[in-house]
Structures are given as structure tokens and as C-alpha cells.
């Protein structure tokens, strides 16, 4: 569903499961770091809100959306994650560099779900401009981190 037509920080909260006996490990760009910084604040409050001890709940950082997928591989390794979130932000630029990097994130992603035993919640945002991923990271189209929490939470469950 286009997020024009949804809230990405609306939701159902009796349909999330109790996340008080969760570990959860986020793995956030630096670049674009306004952005990314609002999508991780939007992770940790929602898992948070639904039970995570901020204890169980370990955040690394990457210098830039590319190296998400290293960094998800290496959280993947630690048996005490119920899910992993990559959080990053890719603004298309003049450049196919844009397209590169959103292909070989996107793929990445993908196969760390298919070869891993934990959920890994894609949460990257592709936008053409800096306005897009802002109204995505808390603004008029509310917070993708929200909803990758709520995702992590859920597939956890799964």
C-alpha cells in the first residue's frame, strides 16, 4: 500500500503481541542521520511501548545504507535477537549510485531472510527527495521506524 494512503505509524496495539520477553538488535545508517536518527527514536519508543526492556534492545550503527546488510549478517550471528531492524535512508540523487545502493540493500535483505533463522525488518527508506524521507521518518506520513518495530515484533511471533 502507497504510504500516501497510510499512516506508517498507525496501527492496531491489541494486535501486537507482548514484547517484555524480547531481545531486539537495530542496525542504523549514519548517513543521512536527521532522517535515520527520527526512524530509530520511532523503533525504540514502539518496542518500548510494547514491553522491550531497554536493555534488550541493542543498536549499531553503519556509516551507510550499503553496509546495512554487513552489519544485519552480524547481528544475525548473536542467538539472543528475536528479530533485526536496519534502518537507513537513500535519497535519489543525479546519479544511478541510487539505484545500486537500493538494489544491493534490497537483495541483501532478502537473502538474510531466507537463510537466516531470525526475521530481519527492511526498513530503508527510498525516496526522490530529502522532503519524502522526512514526512516518512515522523512527519505527515508518520514514522517507518514505528512500523518496522511493530513488523519486528509480530514476525518474532511468527
Known sequence: MATSLHNLSEYDFSKVPDASNMCFGIVVSEWNSKVTGALLDGAVKTLEKHGTLPENIHVKTVPG???LVYGAQQMCKNDGFDAIIILGCVVRGD???FDYICE????????LNASQNIPVIFGLLTTNDLEQAV????GKFGNK???CAVVAIKMAKF
Open 145 to 147: 521506524g514505528d512500523e
Open 65 to 67: 545504507s550499503f553496509e
Open 104 to 111: 544491493g540493500v534490497t537483495h541483501g535483505i532478502s537473502y
Open 135 to 138: 514526512e516518512r521518518s515522523g
Open 95 to 97: 546519479t544511478p549510485h
